[in-house]
């Protein structure tokens, strides 16, 4: 990190930002993204676009054939970031408070609500990045004297300009303008309370090195981001897939919450319908809605998440094309093959992968933070490129949260609504057996993780 930014990032610990100021940000958070991300929309008005289903058979179909889509290049502009000062504390906090109070759930005292914007604690409405990325503006504040990068969409990744191909950036999974560009290889991400303090938890843990790097809160354009090492940087056009880790998906709060006040949801059940007309039950297709729990497990069973304790979220090749629908990729053979093609067959890159799952899977092993936290829709983000460099990180800490004193995590045994297992360990070993059966090496890189009894 930059000494100038780390005595930046201390003098705002010291000034109290970083622990504390929004007790209660779980909520405020996602709903001070939900707005924003609405803003953004307004003023950007980029259209989705459709991706084609990515099936077995496509996976053998040329990836040259696949729908282009939208990547973002970041290019050095003026612009208008900086680190939050105390002072703007006190601001973030009354803004977060005042868009919470702007978009409130109602309370209406029934037992089943029907929300079409509105979910329980954890979701909102936003449209699901999936690699198609929203035009991003920068805000042109020039009154700033730091320099900044600027945002620009491309839709085919060979017409970047080769002084920009390194800068070039892809969002394959989450929230729709959750990303923006941050400066000299870093990136800025919607604010959460949870994941800032996953970040600082990480500081010093043996894990620390297979996260982003975290340099603390900035404010950009009034709401606040988290400031993290943009991994894609020092690849020269790479390839990127982001598998999401474990069994489950959602929080055991989540759960609780649908059970005591449910909240159907129209959006997740046109989700539904949009893959399967028939997995909405009868009762679903009358009120033409389901709750978050119920769709997410159906995503679960669907996908590999539930046999496999994993599932592949989306991939980015080296000449740009995304694939981010495996909604449906469920089989050991299907997923291997995505694997293999993913990674061109390239032994050496399969093997680098292999050795760097297997120090991950060490480093999981002994690490506090592991131990203590319950790990839930975190991905392992998979990147290499032309040189046959290859690595892979843990991102998406914003489910991951911590036990109660006193309690941990195996991580391996089966789950069970209050023992708050993820089952990450025995998606990591079955993630290393398919890597491992595309290379000499088997499964001998990993320690074995005993299956879980798949859940109902
Ligand atoms: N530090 C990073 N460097 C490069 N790319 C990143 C980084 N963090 C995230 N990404 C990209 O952004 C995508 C989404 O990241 P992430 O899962 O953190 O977002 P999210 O909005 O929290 O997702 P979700 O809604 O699933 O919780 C990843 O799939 C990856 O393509
Ligand atoms: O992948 P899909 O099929 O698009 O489904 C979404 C996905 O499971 C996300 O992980 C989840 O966000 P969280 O992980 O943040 O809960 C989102 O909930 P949401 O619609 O409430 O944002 C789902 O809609």
Avoid at 68 to 95: K, L
Wanted: aromatic share 8%.
């Amino acid at each position: 990190m930059p000494k100038e930014r780390e005595k930046r990032r201390k003098a705002s610990k010291e000034a109290g930002l970083s622990g504390a100021g929004i007790s209660d940000g779980f909520v405020k958070e996602r709903r001070t993204s939900r707005r924003a991300s609405e803003l953004r929309d307004e003023l950007c008005q980029a259209k989705e676009v459709k991706l084609s289903e990515f099936n077995t058979t496509q996976v053998q179909t040329s990836m040259m054939e696949a729908l282009r889509v939208p990547q973002v290049t970041i290019t050095p502009d003026g612009g208008c970031s900086r680190e939050i000062q105390q002072e703007d504390w006190a601001d973030v906090e009354g803004s977060l408070r005042r868009k919470l109070s702007n978009s409130s759930i109602s309370s209406t005292g029934s037992s089943i609500m029907l929300e079409e914007s509105e979910d329980d604690i954890l979701s909102d409405n936003e449209t699901k990045s999936k690699g198609n990325i929203t035009l991003e503006h920068l805000c042109e504040d020039t009154s700033e004297s730091k320099p900044w990068w600027k945002i620009k969409t491309i839709v085919n990744w060979p017409f970047v300009s080769p002084q920009r191909r390194n800068l070039s950036w892809v969002q394959l999974a989450g929230h729709k303008g959750n990303f923006k560009a941050g400066g000299e290889g870093t990136i800025l991400k919607k604010f959460s309370e949870n994941e800032k303090l996953c970040f600082e938890r990480l500081q010093g843990d043996v894990l620390q090195d297979f996260v982003p790097g975290y340099y603390g809160v900035v404010e950009r354009d009034g709401d606040p981001f988290l400031h993290m090492t943009d991994l894609l940087v020092n690849f020269d056009r790479p390839s990127v897939m982001d598998c999401k880790m474990g069994v489950r998906t959602y929080l055991e709060e989540e759960v609780v919450r649908a059970r005591e006040r449910p909240k159907l949801r129209r959006d997740l059940f046109d989700k539904m319908l949009e893959v399967d007309s028939e997995a909405p039950s009868p009762q679903e297709h009358l009120q033409r809605a389901v709750t978050k729990p119920r769709y997410m497990q159906w995503r679960e069973t669907l996908s590999s998440t539930h046999t496999l304790g994993f599932r592949i979220e989306g991939i980015k090749k080296a000449d740009g094309t995304c694939h981010t629908d495996f909604k449906k990729t469920r089989s050991k053979e299907d997923i291997t093959q995505i694997f293999r093609d993913f990674a061109t067959n390239n032994t050496n890159i399969l093997n680098s992968y292999l050795s760097k799952l297997a120090k991950i899977q060490q480093a999981l092993m002994s690490s506090e933070f592991f131990k203590r936290h319950e790990v839930i829709g975190s991905s392992l983000l998979f990147i290499h490129d032309h040189t046959d460099r290859a690595e892979v990180w843990l991102i998406d800490f914003g489910k991951t949260t911590a036990l109660p004193e006193g309690q941990t995590l195996d991580h391996s045994i089966p789950w069970q609504e209050g023992n708050r297992e993820d089952g990450y360990m025995w998606g990591l070993d079955n993630l290393m057996r398919t890597l491992g059966s595309l290379t000499n090496k088997g499964t001998s890189e990993g320690k074995k993780h005993y299956c879980l009894v798949p859940m109902s």
